[in-house]
């Protein structure tokens, strides 16, 4: 998915709503999500919300979720959060005018401070949904192994 020819390199845009009802339709297919919500509502939506099931993760997890932001002009914000008892882990896909890194990159855990440029095959919407739930399931892996 290439982004549209009039885009401003320093703006995001506006929320690309057809882009983030796709997600949502995606995102209910998959076994991993529990629950999709848009905010502030499903007549305008800015903001995906998913869910992830927290019954894949050992018990120090009490939440998982996805925030996704997705934006006419291509760019896009996957932000995944887990929370355990005392902390909280977390990593962003991003692909947005920014001053730290190029426009596609990725906010490394476990607090999503540091950024690195980020390759990808496809922007497409489903695809980066579909890497996004690979490295979950990826994290979901090393938790239960990290357990002992």
Known sequence: MAPPANERPNSTGPPDRQRL???????STEPAITTTAF??????????????DTDR??????RARIDVRWFESGD???HYLETRTD???ECRWDRHPNAHNSRLHFHR?????EVRDLACQSIHPIDVASTVLAAIDERIERCWEERG
């Open 21 to 27: 009802r796709l997600l949502e339709r995606f995102f």
């Open 39 to 52: 905010e502030p509502d499903s007549y305008e939506p800015r903001l995906l919300r998913a869910q992830v």
């Open 57 to 62: 993760y050992p018990p120090a997890v009490s």
């Open 76 to 78: 896009f914000s996957f």
């Open 87 to 89: 902390e909280r882990w």
């Open 109 to 113: 855990p476990p607090n999503a401070d």
